[in-house]
């Protein structure tokens, strides 16, 4: 007997997972069982890339998340509401979930999950983070045999896409995300992608299954590459970096007491293995013991790539239906449900780079480094090479520094008749 799924939504990702399970010649026999028994659309008169039997199309979403011949939901609709209540309503009747919805599951893991252990029912997500990237079952299952103690990501596409045309090209971000949006790159709102909130969405999913703990979002700190210039990428290339927007999760204690994830743009050496990621592709680097590190790198996004991880987990689900036990199996269940103690981005320890606009007069190095040195900042390098009319450019790379102190830095040197203005602040990997 085939297993019969119920797909919610039929946009780009839904129709690439259609496609797939219907052309299963040559991918794993076990597709060939797969029976698309109903699929979930908004309106009945869009034109389709799918071929599938009018009787199988319906507007009653949750006429599928309540029929007792569904096995699997899944949920490819996107959006918070009322993607939350269907997959709830589908768990609450006994049926296995496959989503791609990283916004619902940052937000409601929490709920979602407890309802799935109630349930005995498992929650699938390979597509939230990474696109096509297989990254979720290495986490839970492969790697989860190390202690993790970093998963440092470029998650989002549109923003490794801009930066990495600014770089380049040496543009503005506000000239190259124009272009962008024209050429169907960035969304026409280009808020998730461009303040850093999708990547957050993803890096509170990757930290909770890489430290095995909840991620209550709104401790992920996040800032996006609104602010990024040209200059300051023209900086770190002359000191040997780019910049790339990273999600980074870390265990900052031995216990996982005390993580720090963030998203945020990153001074990252050229040598590291992140900075030749470039256009919109993805890489994950995880790093514990005994392992060291692994990189993950793909497709972030696409109707392919991402039918490709939501038909992963499908094929999951079905050899676990297949498995005739009833005892969940625990490589695929959720198996965290207490919160990590995120600690507040004040606490991070970092180095920083920093672009101070100044007069062009005796002493400005020497009370920027006693500024820095009343709050125990050590400076790495300092360099002074451009002018923007009468001011100096000074630039600056700390060593390790906690962001408080780093700060309080900042606020002293503010306050100096001889600076300006502060245009740039970036951490440095
Ligand atoms: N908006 C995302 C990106 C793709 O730009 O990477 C889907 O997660």
Redesign the pocket.
Known sequence: MGVKLGILGLGTVGTGTVQLLQDAVGRHPLLQEIEIYRVGVRSLDKSRDVQLQPEVITTDLESIVNDPAVDIVVEVMGGLEPARSLILQAINNGKHVVTAN?AAIARFGAEIFTAANQAGVYVMLEAAVG?GIPVIQPLKQALSVNRLHTVTGI???????ILTRMQTEGSDFGDVLADAQRLGY??ADPT??VDGL?AGD?IAILASLAFDGRINLEDVYCEGIRQVSKTDIAYAEKLGFVIKLLAIAKNQAQDATKLSVRVHPTFVPKTHPLASING?Y?AILVEGEPIGQVMFFGP??GAGA?ASAVTSDILSLVAALKSNTTAPNPLLTCRHEEYSHVAPISDLITRFYARFLTKDQAGVIGQLGTCFGNHGVSIESIVQTGFQGELVEIVVVTHDVREGEFRQALAEIQNLSAIDSIPSILRVL
């Open positions: 990283k696109g998650v989002n596409g549109t923003t490794n896409y960035a969304e998730a992608d999708d993803k919109v993805n972030g996004a991402t």
